[in-house]
């Protein structure tokens, strides 16, 4: 079945440090990619997204980039700020039909992002 | 403003007692979902649906029960099976089509805290 595997616990960068979180998936269809931010007390929001294999989702400085041939999603940052601790979920989501793009998310375990000062 | 709506963002349950969640959504999404999250164990997904009138068990169904008569609601219901129900609950729905903008969108509303006492 489709699975994401995802950097787990936490990951406790300096500000102004590159960030590599990674992101691994299995599937037998041609999923759609994204990344999910939640902060403290409430539900996550859609931070990136890359629809197709070789598509790259930004947002805000992030980066990942869909490569189906590793099946790998990481997320990357060249210099976090401490604005941008939370956890960070990556997910994949199959597709019911043609005509849709998107079908249930099936989500990694999540990654503690905390930037010190 | 647009937007999924949670309610209530606190509820206990008496052991036996059955309760229901409300979600509601004014964003014209045929698809909407209900996660549940625990820690360590990223998001789980408990039930969706595609569209009016009908909906999929997920992952960790047992113990629950939507019904899906109106495309802006999706309640959720938490029976007396339900032997862990202490958790946060997530709904979240998407525009799951990529000819209607914005397309492949999903959004999570503020999630529900369930607790048994």
């Known amino acids: 079945g489709d699975s994401v595997v995802q950097t787990e616990g936490q990951v406790l960068p300096s500000e102004g440090d590159s960030l590599i979180v990674n992101c691994s998936y299995e599937?037998?269809?041609?999923?759609?990619l994204f990344w999910f931010v939640q902060y403290p007390g409430e539900g996550p929001q859609l931070h990136l997204k890359?629809?197709?294999?070789?598509d790259k989702g930004r947002n805000k400085g992030f980066e990942a980039m869909y490569r189906k041939e590793t099946t790998s999603f990481h997320l990357e940052k060249d210099s976090v700020q401490e604005s941008d601790s939370a956890v960070y979920f990556c997910?994949?989501?199959?597709?019911?039909?043609?005509?849709?793009?998107?079908?249930?998310?099936?989500f990694g375990r999540g990654t503690q992002l905390t930037v010190w000062p | 403003d647009g937007g999924i709506t949670q309610s209530p963002k606190y509820l206990f349950r008496k052991e036996g007692q059955n309760v229901t969640l409300s979600c509601e959504q004014n964003?014209?999404?045929?698809?909407m979902y209900w996660y549940r999250q625990d820690p360590g164990q990223g998001l789980r997904l408990i039930y969706y649906?595609?569209?009016?009138?009908?909906?999929q068990k997920g992952d960790i169904a047992e113990g629950y029960s939507v019904s899906r008569e109106k495309k802006e609601s999706f309640p959720l219901t938490v029976t007396s099976a339900q032997k862990n129900p202490t958790a946060f609950y997530l709904c979240?729905?998407?525009?799951?089509?990529?000819?209607?903008?914005?397309?492949?969108?999903?959004?999570f509303g503020e999630g529900s805290w369930l607790t048994v006492v």
């Open positions: 979240a729905s998407s525009n799951n089509r990529a000819d209607i903008p914005p397309g492949n969108t999903i959004y």
């Open positions: 599937t037998t269809q041609y999923p759609s």
């Open positions: 890359a629809m197709k294999a070789n």
């Open positions: 997910a994949l989501s199959d597709r019911p039909n043609r005509g849709s793009t998107l079908g249930r998310l099936y």
């Open positions: 964003l014209n999404h045929d698809a």
């Open positions: 649906s595609q569209i009016v009138n009908d909906f």
